[in-house]
């Protein structure tokens, strides 16, 4: 009989003792906790087996010391900061042992096991497990330099890095084996469905038969059999609470949306999302959990063959992937590392650092869990695309909907109405706070990523055409020399009055032959009228300039004052000679007491169209922002 009173004194008993037996093995403590969450998960499923047994621990210590070890980062406990010397020393020298010594002294440490169920349970017999237990001992004692009298007290301090850990309700822990034990069933469904069709027969198992690793599930509950997974993930975050499928449907109308793994991004190198640059957003979190996805589209290709009378036409249907797509979820200690971990992600996505890769917009969003951002951007690779971005902090929980499309960009509702879901999703499971209602989102200046107030970043940047390799930008320096002027307006950021004048210019350096193609920013901060006059003397000698040289025309593309802004955008084309002339596309931007100028010289067919300087202008604004907040 599954006894619920049973199990849950039995979890929460053992779980601190398994705790501590798990953290001497690897150093680890969110490895050790989630693979102990996990064991007891599995014993939940066969309670009615495990239940009965004399000896649980048996069954249950194998299972987290096999997940506490596949999990582990090696050397965790290095970038553990509040971690006492001594602790640290003690795993240090733990870890100069064989995996055979280390759980040795570990077991015969902190277990009540006695030297010949230790044997039994690393695989030898008690008289070699004994000469290995000797042996590791006096390591032990020798990298400590301590005698081996105090190994065992100092195994058993180990305990004092653990006290601040927070478990799970075992209601919890429950219902997840409960999901456990349906997606067991579905997969046994869908196996015997399989085996009737193929062989024309039906191959019944026993109840014995169940499987008793978290490794081996293959699905979700639901309908659909994946493909295994090598890991699980912490299942303290439900894999039934992040997106399915069929809600994947609002960022690729029209496309054929399929899970393609659910991990707790351990394997690989972690890095799932468009400019993602760390595995976790952050790296002391509790667990996480991630989902991939694919939008394809099946079309028929038609192609006619043979000549003459024996011409046919063949058709055949093509699927192409137009979408991918990854949700992650992050759980961190306590609602302030979740606030930090949100703030980490947004400068990974909207300081995008992948090759060719612009920022497009920023929103900010209401509404949706405690804080919440969208962004916007386009990737001007070989096969351009555009990536939508939506992340939001709930509690503890930071989920971030990441989708790159090569068609039809996902619309700003949509992204907004799956963040909601995503965080709906969650709403509820341990860990999260605020859920979402209507979601609202407003377009917003780019968020700080650390470059100098007012200059443009990398990510800034738009295409230009029949470029090699990325943008790469030069350090921002003093403003001796503007090189985004003219020789129409020669403007200087060096005169009396300004201040933290700085210059910054834009090339192409894996592109050759392009000695003219760059983009130069200057920006400068002066008194807010003295900012107006800068601006208006810049106005006035470009329009001059086009009026009384013969040799330059000037276009002016954009323009806009108020009391608090300026922005004039010009396309200029000076001759050089009867055969030559040198085009240029020049802007000027105040906001409040932040003045900047940007120049583009472009080099035969390398540039980029005007609508995107406008645009890069405009961004500029933005970022004069952050210079003038600083009076």
Request: hydrophobic fraction near 40%; glycine fraction near 8%.
């Amino acid at each position: 009989m599954r006894s619920p009173e049973t199990f849950d004194a039995y979890y929460v008993e053992t779980r601190t003792r398994l705790l501590h037996e798990a953290y001497a093995l690897t150093g680890d403590a969110p490895a050790a906790r989630a693979a102990v969450r996990d064991a007891f998960v599995v014993a939940w499923h066969h309670w009615r087996k495990v239940g009965r047994l004399d000896d649980r621990d048996a069954y249950i210590r194998p299972l987290a010391f096999r997940r506490a070890r596949r999990r582990h980062t090696a050397r965790i406990w290095h970038r553990d900061k509040s971690l006492a010397p001594e602790a640290r020393a003690t795993l240090d020298a733990l870890s100069k042992l064989s995996a055979t010594q280390r759980e040795l002294l570990v077991l015969n440490a902190l277990s009540a096991l006695s030297l010949t169920e230790i044997g039994r349970m690393v695989g030898l017999p008690r008289s070699d497990a004994e000469r290995e237990l000797q042996t590791a001992t006096s390591q032990f004692a020798l990298h400590r330099d301590v005698p081996t009298t105090e190994a065992r007290r100092l195994l058993q301090d180990l305990s004092g890095p653990l006290d601040a850990i927070r478990w799970p309700r075992a209601t919890v822990i429950r219902r997840s084996g409960a999901a456990r034990r349906r997606t067991h069933t579905v997969i046994g469904a869908a196996l015997a469905t399989a085996a009737l069709v193929a062989s024309g027969s039906l191959v019944a198992t026993g109840s014995e038969a169940e499987a008793t690793s978290l490794s081996e599930e293959k699905a979700s509950p639901g309908v659909t059999v994946h493909a295994p997974r090598t890991e699980t993930g912490e299942a303290i975050i439900d894999e039934a609470s992040l997106l399915s499928s069929s809600q994947m449907g609002r960022f690729g109308p029209g496309l054929d949306w399929s899970e393609k793994a659910t991990t707790d991004n351990l394997g690989g190198d972690g890095l799932l999302a468009p400019c993602q640059r760390e595995r976790f957003a952050d790296p002391d979190g509790v667990t996480a959990l991630a989902r991939t996805y694919e939008g394809s589209v099946t079309r028929t290709v038609r192609r006619t063959v043979g000549k003459g009378d024996k011409q046919r036409t063949r058709k055949r249907e093509v699927e192409r992937v137009e979408s991918t797509a990854v949700q992650l979820v992050e759980m961190s200690r306590d609602p302030d590392r979740a606030a930090q971990g949100f703030a980490a992600a947004s400068v990974w996505y909207a300081g995008c650092t992948d090759p060719r890769t612009q920022l497009v917009s920023t929103r900010a969003v209401k509404r949706v869990g405690d804080d919440a951002l969208a962004l916007r951007l386009r990737s001007w690779s070989k096969e351009p695309t555009t990536i939508s971005v939506a992340m939001a902090r709930t509690g503890t929980l930071v989920v971030t909907n990441v989708v790159r499309s090569r068609g039809r960009a996902v619309s700003d509702k949509a992204a907004i109405t799956g963040l909601a879901a995503a965080v709906n999703g969650l709403c509820g499971t341990e860990g999260a706070g605020a859920c979402a209602g209507r979601a609202r989102a407003r377009t917003t200046p780019p968020i700080d990523i650390g470059t100098p107030g007012g200059l443009l970043s990398v990510v800034d940047l738009p295409p230009v055409a029949a470029v090699r390799g990325p943008w790469v930008g030069t350090d921002p320096e003093r403003a001796r020399n503007n090189y985004a002027a003219t020789r129409c307006d020669r403007t200087t950021f060096a005169g009396k009055g300004i201040s933290r004048a700085l210059t910054r210019t834009f090339l192409f350096p894996e592109t050759p032959n392009a000695s003219q193609l760059g983009l130069t920013q200057t920006v400068g901060a002066m008194a807010e009228g003295k900012a107006r006059d800068f601006v208006e003397q810049v106005r006035d000698r470009i329009r001059q300039c086009g009026r009384e040289n013969l040799g330059t025309s000037v276009t002016e593309l954009a323009s806009s004052s108020s009391k608090a802004t300026d922005l004039s955008v010009w396309s200029l084309s000076i001759e050089l000679s009867d055969k030559q002339s040198f085009p240029f596309l020049m802007a000027i931007v105040r906001d409040g007491t932040a003045v900047s100028q940007l120049g583009f010289a472009p080099d035969r067919n390398m540039t980029m169209s005007r609508a995107d300087f406008v645009a890069l202008s405009r961004r500029v604004m933005e970022r004069l922002e952050a210079l003038d907040a600083k009076g």
